[in-house]
């Protein structure tokens, strides 16, 4: 196991080396540029946006500033720099990262632990009116985007009275040191994105396992086991369970890319302070050098999700052998 996954991670390296030049191809394919401000604005004059250009390295050829910048990122860690933000990127990034992971590994953990039960549920009792509630809930939670969700949530918070329901903090604890009000107040403003970043997951990973759940049900291996005089409970959750949520573990290496482009808009209307309107900024600005890290650290956390998935799925399944 541990040569398969030096081997993956070995092979990450030129798939990366490849999605860095996609990367930055596609930004530099976009129409205009980050100067594009400075040349409509008529008091700016020709030698200043001259001037500028040089200063920020877009005069030098693009294999020049694309080798420069792998070049930052490989020897030193430098990602490049915002020319909107005129602050390294790492910083920028590093600024958002945590509450970026928090928000997702607990929406995630979340969405695992209502998902399964329901999904096992809504199979087991597929007739049932309970079921039939549940999954045409599920359609709807699939049909409705998280930030249309949001959006709903935040006026029926505020029709009932309530106040500050954008962001993690109410104003009176942004900067201050941790205490116990502050993390009640964290609590308390938590429920609203984790509902909407959520439910879309929670509806899917339902269905999944609804569907995975109905094809192992009726396998041979699961009949016998009950001919033998197993226990009902047994059956379940030793054969059944067991092999139907292995679907699911594959899909959970797809689900740590959301980290960043998954819940841009989501985040933008609840003021979330997580990496995703980054990005969605620096592609409005044009600051390549943040959407280029950005889309970069998207595809390295698809490829870390794969190998993770592929190692859980081994751990999960003794069947399944890499070596």
């Known amino acids: 196991m541990l040569s ?5 991670i070995l092979g990450m390296v030129p798939t990366l080396l ?45 294999w020049v500033q694309y080798l420069s910048w792998i070049k930052g990122i490989v020897l030193h860690g430098d990602f490049g720099y915002s020319f909107a933000n005129g602050r390294p990127v790492a910083e920028l990034i590093w600024e958002r990262l945590g509450w970026t992971v928090f928000l997702a590994v607990l929406t995630l953990i979340v969405s695992w632990l209502i998902a399964i039960p329901l999904g096992i ?6 007739y049932g009116l309970g079921a039939t509630i549940t999954n045409f809930l599920g359609y709807i939670s699939l049909a409705i985007p998280d930030f249309l969700v949001a959006l709903l949530l935040i006026a029926l918070v505020l029709g009932a009275g309530g106040t500050n329901v ?3 903090f109410s104003p009176q604890y942004i900067g201050e040191p941790w205490s116990w009000p502050k ?10 994105p984790m509902i909407a970043i959520g439910l879309e997951g929670v509806a899917g990973l339902m269905r999944q396992m609804r569907a995975s ?5 009726n396998q041979d291996y699961v009949r016998t086991a009950r001919a033998k005089g197993l226990a009902g409970r047994a059956v379940l959750w030793r054969h059944a369970v067991r092999n139907a949520v292995n679907p699911l573990i594959s899909l959970a290496g797809l ?15 609840l003021n979330l302070p997580t990496i995703g309107p980054y990005l969605y900024d620096s592609l409005l600005n044009k600051d390549q050098y ?16 794969n190998l993770l998935s592929d190692l859980a799925l081994a751990w999960a399944d003794p069947r399944i052998r890499f070596e």
Not at 259 to 268: E, K
Request: aromatic letters at 6%; hydrophobic letters at 55%; one cysteine or more.
């Open 4 to 8: 398969y996954a030096l081997r993956r």
């Open 18 to 62: 490849l999605i860095s030049v996609v990367c930055f191809v596609v930004i530099q394919l976009q129409p205009g540029s980050f100067l594009d401000q400075y040349l409509e604005d008529p008091r700016v004059t020709k030698e200043t946006v001259a001037t500028i250009t040089r200063q920020l390295g877009l005069d030098q050829p693009l």
């Open 121 to 126: 549920y809504t199979a087991l009792n597929r």
């Open 166 to 168: 954008g962001g993690l």
């Open 183 to 192: 993390v009640l107040d964290l609590l308390n403003h938590l429920w609203i």
């Open 213 to 217: 759940m109905l094809d192992v049900i």
């Open 255 to 269: 689900s740590l890319p959301t980290l960043i482009s998954g819940t841009i808009i989501a985040s933008i209307v």
């Open 290 to 305: 943040v959407a280029m890290t950005l889309l970069l650290f998207s595809a390295l956390l698809l490829l870390i999700g």
